[in-house]
């Protein structure tokens, strides 16, 4: 009779590969390693004004297409190497998706695409996919959505964001809190601001919190505190919120609760009205931003793809097109190489 108290509302429940066993099938290489340790620095190095480059994240919305994805990823290292001396480009290799309601959660949560929802599948080619792009040399950035998943994934990221919809999320700031790469915290879909400066102020400070451990146990992890958290400002609430007022307005708010003005903008989600084709404009007017002195701006954002748009997951996974986002609307990879590098020129001007 007990047995109703338990399961009511599971269907199945299945053991998942630990930490460690994913990490011996797909160890860490040193190239990577040094990859991953140089980009965490450098990063780090922007948010203390000790490099005066600025970072972009930059990238598809989501990753489906491993193939598509590596394309992209030798596309970006060209650019990169062009544009290093002034810009640091971090690629958006997002593997969990939160949803408004539901729909599609991402390679790592269903990577079939099908409802198979075989997860250890999702976290080994997530994982395959980092190791490769680190090889190229290339940073690469993701969203920190279940707080189980950097265990296994997370020595091949350089930067995380905590999204608009977990910012709230207590486990979410405590996550970032022991992250080992910097963390952008972002502002909440209806545009509130204090919810991120909350969430910097709270991942800045230690905390004891339940995980697993590389041998997949269940651990209690006491944190040190993230001092590299950071706000982003991705608009909201039908307002956009990267124009110079609103970041004078948060640099404000940021002196108030004493931490540090660093503040990182997505040009995507409310700042684009998820428009994919007013990004270029909202870089250019934070580039001019920091082209005129401003000094707070560490960082932007970037949804990009090999081609414009999205698409709906179609029944037929064949019928699906190359390079198109099966998320929100991204722009193409040309109009990203020219955005970026008119970004470059224009930094490059004054310097
Ligand atoms: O960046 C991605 C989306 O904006 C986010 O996952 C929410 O998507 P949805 O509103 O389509 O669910
Ligand atoms: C979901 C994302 O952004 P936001 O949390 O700002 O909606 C994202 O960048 O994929």
């Not at 990879?333 to 930094?347: K, M, Q």
Request: hydrophobic residues 40%; aromatic residues 4%.
């Amino acid at each position: 009779m007990h047995q109703k108290l338990l399961d009511t509302h599971i269907a199945r429940s299945q053991v998942l590969i630990a930490p460690e066993e994913i990490k011996a099938k797909l160890p860490l290489t040193e190239v990577a390693a040094q990859t991953v340790l140089r980009s965490r620095q450098q990063i780090a190095n922007i948010l203390d004004v000790l490099d005066s480059r600025k970072f972009i994240v930059v990238g598809p919305c989501s990753i489906h297409d491993l193939e598509a994805a590596k394309e992209y990823a030798q596309k970006l290292k060209g650019l990169s190497d062009r544009v290093g001396d002034r810009l640091l480009l971090i690629m958006r290799a997002y593997f969990e998706k939160p949803r408004t309601t539901v729909g599609w959660k991402g390679l790592i949560n269903d990577p079939n695409m099908d409802d198979s929802f075989e997860i250890e599948k999702g976290l080994l080619l997530a994982r395959q996919l980092l190791l490769e792009i680190a090889e190229l040399g290339l940073p690469a950035a993701t969203e920190a959505l279940d707080p189980i998943v950097p265990q296994y994934i997370s020595e091949l990221i350089s930067w995380s964001a905590i999204g608009a919809r977990t910012i709230e999320s207590q486990t979410h700031r405590e996550m970032a809190s022991g992250l080992s790469m910097p963390v952008g915290l972002k502002n909440g879909t209806n545009g509130s601001i204090e919810v991120a400066i909350n969430a910097v102020q709270a991942a800045q400070k230690p905390h004891n919190f339940l995980g697993i451990d590389r041998q997949g146990k269940v651990s209690v992890f006491t944190t040190k505190g993230n001092r590299y958290a950071h706000v982003i400002l991705r608009g909201g609430g039908g307002k956009a919120n990267f124009e110079a007022a609103n970041v004078r307005a948060v640099e404000e708010l940021l002196q108030e609760s004493n931490l540090p003005t660093k503040i990182a903008i997505d040009c995507s989600h409310g700042n684009s009205n998820k428009d994919h084709k007013r990004q270029g404009d909202v870089l250019k007017n934070i580039i001019g931003q920091i082209d005129r002195g401003n000094s707070s701006i560490v960082g932007m954002m970037l949804e990009s793809n090999l081609l414009e748009g999205n698409q709906k997951i179609p029944a037929n996974l064949e019928d699906l097109q190359y390079g198109v986002s099966v998320t929100d609307k991204c722009m193409s990879w040309e109009e990203t190489e020219e955005v970026i590098l008119s970004a470059h020129a224009t930094l490059s001007q004054n310097s």
